[in-house]
């Protein structure tokens, strides 16, 4: 999803991390509606927090609509079907960093297998 303006285009990504769209008049809301793919990186926190919470709280979406990125990557049926579709990550900020992470050492050791 392309934000410019306020506006969804279809075919796009759009992340957000770390904080709410709530100053932007509920841009982020109205785009969480138009998505195909709205994911997170935890229901229960993205539910109570940020883009996603004030989506729920506006009847824009439902919690079923929110899918963990866990999941999205273990199941391909979860992903895009299209080049039309409109997909989020509202991201938290718990699994990203956790990832991210979990990448670098992962990188690492595998570094450290080749040298040996």
Same mark, same amino acid.
């Given at each position: 999803?392309? &934000?410019?303006?306020?506006?969804?285009?279809?075919?796009?990504?759009?992340?957000?991390?770390?904080?709410?769209?709530?100053? =932007? &008049?509920?841009?982020?809301? =109205? #785009? *969480?509606? *138009?998505? =195909? /793919?709205?994911?997170?990186?935890?229901? $229960?926190q993205c539910s109570k927090?940020?883009?996603?919470?004030?989506?729920?709280? %506006?009847?824009?979406?439902?919690?079923? !609509?929110?899918?963990?990125?866990?999941?999205? /990557? %273990? !199941?391909?049926? @979860?992903?895009?079907? $299209?080049? =039309?579709? /409109?997909?989020?990550? !509202? +991201?938290?900020?718990?699994?990203? %960093?956790?990832? &991210?992470? #979990?990448? +670098?050492? @992962? %990188?690492? @050791?595998? $570094? &450290?297998? *080749?040298?040996?």
């Amino acid at each position: 999803m392309a &934000a410019r303006r306020g506006r969804c285009e279809t075919g796009h990504s759009h992340h957000r991390r770390g904080r709410g769209w709530r100053r =932007q &008049a509920g841009v982020g809301a =109205q #785009a *969480l509606a *138009l998505a =195909q /793919i709205r994911a997170v990186d935890s229901v $229960s926190q993205c539910s109570k927090y940020g883009d996603s919470a004030f989506a729920l709280e %506006q009847g824009l979406i439902e919690t079923r !609509d929110l899918v963990e990125l866990g999941r999205i /990557i %273990q !199941d391909p049926t @979860l992903r895009r079907r $299209s080049a =039309q579709d /409109i997909s989020i990550a !509202d +991201l938290t900020g718990v699994a990203v %960093q956790d990832m &991210a992470i #979990a990448e +670098l050492a @992962l %990188q690492r @050791l595998r $570094s &450290a297998e *080749l040298m040996e």
